[in-house]
Nanobody, 112 residues
Framework: QVQLVESGGGLVQPGGSLRLSCKAS????????MTWFRQAPGKEREFVAS????????FYANSVKGRFTISRDNVENTVYLQMNSLKPEDTAVYYC?????WGQGTQVTVSS
C-alpha cells in the first residue's frame, strides 16, 4: 500500500502562484501514474493533471492547461504541481492519487 502526503496549499491572490507537493512511500512501479484531483465546495472531484512515474507523458485538464505544470522527482518519490496565474475558480481541496491511495488533501484558496 502506497502512502501519500501532500503539502504546499494556502491562500494566494488572483494571478499568484503556489507549488503543491505529494510525497509517496511504498512500492511504485514505472508505469504507475500519479494524478492530482481537486474538489471545490458543492462540486464533484475533478481531474487536474497526471504523470507516469517512468515516462514523460503528462496530461492536463483543459481548465489548467498552460497554467499548471506537473513534474516528478524519482529520487525523492515526490510529484509536484506548479500552479501559476491562479484564478478564484481554482479554489479547492487538492488531492494526489496513486493507484488506490489518496493523500489527505491540501486547501488552495485564491482570493483578494
Amino acid at each position: 500500500q502506497v502512502q501519500l502526503v501532500e503539502s504546499g496549499g494556502g491562500l494566494v491572490q488572483p494571478g499568484g502562484s503556489l507549488r503543491l507537493s505529494c510525497k509517496a512511500s511504498g512500492r511504485i512501479l514505472s508505469f504507475d501514474a500519479m494524478t492530482w484531483f481537486r474538489q471545490a465546495p458543492g462540486k464533484e472531484r475533478e481531474f487536474v493533471a497526471s504523470i507516469r512515474w517512468g515516462a514523460r507523458t503528462r496530461f492536463y485538464a483543459n481548465s489548467v492547461k498552460g497554467r499548471f505544470t506537473i513534474s516528478r522527482d524519482n529520487v525523492e518519490n515526490t510529484v509536484y504541481l506548479q500552479m501559476n496565474s491562479l484564478k478564484p475558480e481554482d479554489t479547492a481541496v487538492y488531492y494526489c492519487n496513486l493507484k488506490s491511495s489518496w493523500g489527505q488533501g491540501t486547501q488552495v484558496t485564491v482570493s483578494s
